[in-house]
T-cell receptor, first 112, second 113 residues
Framework: DSGVTQTPKHLITATGQRVTLRCSPR?????VYWYQQSLDQGLQFLIQ???????AKGNILERFSAQQFPDLHSELNLSSLELGDSALYFC???????????FGPGTRLLVL | LAKTTQPISMDSYEGQEVNITCSHN???????ITWYQQFPSQGPRFIIQ???TKVTNEVASLFIPADRKSSTLSLPRVSLSDTAVYYC??????????????FGAGTRLAVHP
């Protein structure tokens, strides 16, 4: 158990819909990261937040957005969902920047 | 960020030592080398990190030659439970809370009985 929690574990929805994935970092960690893992793309970095502020952006689509709240939990919002958005979405946290990232169990999203 | 190259897959047998080599020719002076392990449908798990020479922990050893253009992850006496994907990453030092991990395809290790 990494100490990072993600909800929900599984999510099934339809194309065009919007979903919100939630992540609670380890106690004391200020940074939260979001990754997407699909069969054909591997593990892709999406975005990083540090103490409430966006710090790094990866291959995140404009239909996706994220935020980190004052209590440091984070939410990843996926809208206008497409079949290709079906993937595992992982959240990770670390104390600051360079330290080890601890990954959560992931949310498996299936878009039908 | 420096690109890494590692074998796509490896096979081994229980009880053997496994060495996975990663190439990172363009590593920057202050970059660290980090390895993660991922089991199917689980998030990656940190294994080991080093800057130069040798680092050892309870799980693995990491060997880094003087030129730092490659590194080798060594898993002693593997078991079936070590079957996983192993990722080699080059990580820049902490800078203003910025930390972006770039995962490659990794090495898929299969341990056989």
């Amino acid at each position: 158990d990494s100490g990072v929690t993600q909800t929900p574990k599984h999510l099934i929805t339809a194309t065009g819909q919007r979903v919100t994935l939630r992540c609670s970092p380890r106690s004391g960690d200020l940074s939260v990261y979001w990754y997407q893992q699909s069969l054909d793309q591997g593990l892709q970095f999406l975005i990083q937040y540090y103490n409430g502020e966006e710090r790094a952006k990866g291959n995140i689509l404009e239909r996706f957005s994220a935020q980190q709240f004052p209590d440091l939990h984070s939410e990843l919002n996926l809208s206008s969902l497409e079949l290709g958005d079906s993937a595992l979405y992982f959240c990770a946290s670390s104390q600051g920047g360079q330290e080890t990232q601890y990954f959560g169990p992931g949310t498996r999203l299936l878009v039908l | 960020l420096a690109k890494t190259t590692q074998p796509i897959s490896m096979d081994s047998y229980e009880g053997q030592e496994v060495n996975i080599t990663c190439s990172h020719n363009n590593i920057a002076t202050n970059d660290y080398i980090t390895w993660y392990q991922q089991f199917p449908s689980q998030g990656p798990r940190f294994i080991i990190q080093g800057y130069k020479t040798k680092v050892t922990n309870e799980v693995a050893s990491l060997f880094i030659p003087a030129d730092r253009k490659s590194s080798t992850l060594s898993l002693p006496r593997v078991s079936l439970s070590d079957t996983a994907v192993y990722y080699c990453l080059v990580v820049p030092p902490f800078s203003g809370g910025y930390n972006k991990l770039i995962f490659g395809a990794g090495t898929r290790l299969a341990v056989h009985p």
